[in-house]
């Protein structure tokens, strides 16, 4: 189990770091964009306190099934974040971000979901949490609460830039989840 866990903190910070990389390819974002919640902080807290409580007895994960099945599901869901991040090109930013000549993306994993890189990144955690500790659950639900507001911010903006496309794009594809939600 340690190698399942090492690995998963490995991917984590490899992910991390590739994403602050690719950061610096995106487009400018429109001034006057901050009215949000601290996102980063709240994912940083979130995640230091799931690590912290992750010791505690029987929250720790020792089953070697679950371990592997945490493991590819982590896996495929950083990957999939990784792909819609690819995919959206200059157009990404920080959640809530409006950017300057915005592009409506709606191809690649913008046809299965409207938000492939928050569904990654909770599918991530939710793997980090059959694999390791049950506590991460508990953090996939707190930043999934912050992703859902994100998006709907998020989708009002491309209402509002995209009057015609967007609520057609919308009523054909879920927010997170395809066929569910």
């Known amino acids: 189990m340690v190698a399942i866990e090492t690995a998963i903190g490995v991917g984590w910070v490899v992910f991390w770091i590739y994403w602050l990389l690719a950061a ?7 001034a006057g964009r901050r009215r949000r919640p601290p996102g980063i902080g709240i994912v940083v807290v979130v995640f230091i306190a799931a690590r912290l409580l992750g010791g505690g007895s029987g929250t720790t994960n020792d089953d070697l099934a679950l371990g592997l099945l945490g493991a590819a ?10 792909w819609a991040r690819i995919h959206l090109g200059g157009n990404w930013g920080m959640p809530m971000s409006q950017k300057d000549e915005p592009e409506l993306v ?15 990144i909770l599918l991530g955690m939710v793997g980090t949490g059959l694999a390791i500790s049950l506590w991460w659950l508990i953090a996939c639900v707190v930043i999934g609460a912050y992703f859902v507001y994100s998006a709907r911010v998020e989708e009002q903006n491309l209402i509002r830039t995209f009057p015609r496309q967007y609520p057609i794009y919308r009523a054909r594809t879920k927010m997170l989840i395809p066929f569910v939600l």
Not at 106 to 120: A, E, K, L, Q, S
């Open 24 to 30: 610096t390819g995106a487009k400018r974002s429109t």
């Open 73 to 82: 599901v982590f896996a495929s869901g950083l990957l999939l974040a990784v």
């Open 106 to 120: 709606t191809d690649g994993p913008y046809r299965f979901v409207r938000h492939p890189i928050y569904t990654g």
